[in-house]
Structures are given as C-alpha cells and as structure tokens.
C-alpha cells in the first residue's frame, strides 16, 4: 500500500524550531519529487516547500524562505522539513504529498494525513 | 498566478449536478488540477490535466477547460461528495469552494 506518514508536530513558542519527517512506504520514493503543503486553521492549501527526487532542486514559498529547510533520504524512503524561527502564522496542519510526474509543479497524488504545528 | 474559485459555497441536494469554476489569472494551457477535501482528511486528487480523472475517481466527475477558465462538474452528487474542492496550477491553489446541503 502507498502510504505517507508525517510526524514531528506540536506545540511550539513564537521563534522556535519544530523537525517534521514524513516516512514513505509502497512506492520507489527516490523517483518522486515530494513536498510538503499546509492548511492553517479553517483556511485553504498552501505549498510550502518541494524538493526533486536526488535532493539537488528545493524550491519555497517566499513566506518561509531562510527559515525552513526541505530535505530528504531516500536510504531511509524519509522526507523532511526543518523549520526555524516560527511564526504564529506557521501555525497549521502540515501535509506531505508526492509530485506526480517529473517536474517541481506537478501535481500531488499521494497525501499523507498530516501533522498539526501549533506556534503560540 | 491567482486562482479564483466560484462560488464559495455550493448549496444542493443529493442526485443534483454541481459545476464548480476555477479562472487563472494567467494562461495555464491544461496544466489544472482539482482536489478533494472533506472535513478533517488530507486533499485527494480528483482531477488532472484539466480533464483527466485520477486513479479511482467515479466518472461522474469530470473536469474540463483550457487557457484561464475551467470547470469541475459532479454529474450527480452521492452523499459522499459533500466536501471542499479546490483548483491547483503549479504552487498556486484556490481558494477552496465548499459543497453542501
């Protein structure tokens, strides 16, 4: 079964730091471009951060930029999201998902059930 | 890119049709997807390519549209549609509209 299972969540104070890990299973993760997308509290979708399928292209969205970090290892099918001096609008549900097809933009066809970042 | 969605809120009853439209701001050729959402679940795919049904998707959803404008259409709501979808082109999605009875 394809699956995606992210971790890390919780409550954090205004400037902290928070380490999100997404573990893949079911599918050739090295092959896929991931990303990780979020949703603040009654609010739509935002994509955050997407990184190719060997680690060497990251892209962000401005709002996060120098303060979070996309990595991943594909030794360990692992994806991750380093994110430092958070902000009380970081403060969402932090979905990681697989790119379908070859490209930074693709769409996402595969979803995990998220992880809830609370900054307050 | 901004996507636009309309409208916000769908009001229908179960075997009724829904269409729900996108618009980009720019030109975005096919490259137009539709997502899933219900309460408290991660997005599911539901349509990509602008018209393309993804694994699984019931065929009464259908998606069409090309250039800027584009419409999502569930031919006949079953009780397990009620939800939000939203548009995606890139790292841009819609705001989200919502369907319900």
């Known amino acids: 079964e394809v699956q995606l299972v992210e971790s890390g969540g919780g409550l954090v104070q205004p400037g902290g730091s928070l380490r999100l890990s997404c573990a893949a299973s079911?599918?050739?993760?090295?092959?896929?471009?991931m990303t990780w997308v979020r949703q603040a509290p009654g609010k739509g979708l935002e994509r955050v951060a997407t990184i190719k399928e060997d680690g060497g292209e990251t892209y962000y969205v401005d709002s996060v930029k120098g303060r979070f970090t996309i990595s991943r290892d594909n030794a360990k099918n692992s994806l991750h999201l380093q994110m430092n001096s958070l902000r009380a609008e970081d403060t969402a549900v932090y979905y990681c998902?697989?790119?379908?097809?070859?490209?930074?933009?693709?769409?996402?066809?595969?979803w995990g059930r998220g992880t809830t970042v609370t900054v307050s | 890119l901004v996507l636009t969605q309309s409208p916000a809120t769908l009001s229908l009853s179960p075997g009724e049709r829904a269409t729900v439209s996108c618009r980009a701001s720019?030109?975005?050729?096919?490259?137009l997807t539709w997502y899933q959402q219900k309460p408290g679940q991660a997005p599911r795919l539901l349509i990509y390519d602008a018209s393309t049904r993804a694994t699984g998707i019931p065929a009464r959803f259908s998606g069409s549209g090309s250039g800027t404008d584009f419409t999502l259409t569930i031919s006949s709501l079953e009780p397990e549609d009620f939800a939000f979808y939203y548009c995606?082109?890139?790292?841009?999605f819609g705001p989200g509209t919502k369907v319900d009875f």
């Open positions: 720019q030109m975005v050729d096919t490259l």
């Open positions: 998902a697989r790119v379908r097809g070859g490209s930074w933009y693709g769409d996402m066809d595969v």
């Open positions: 079911g599918f050739t993760f090295s092959r896929h471009w």
């Open positions: 995606q082109h890139r790292g841009s």
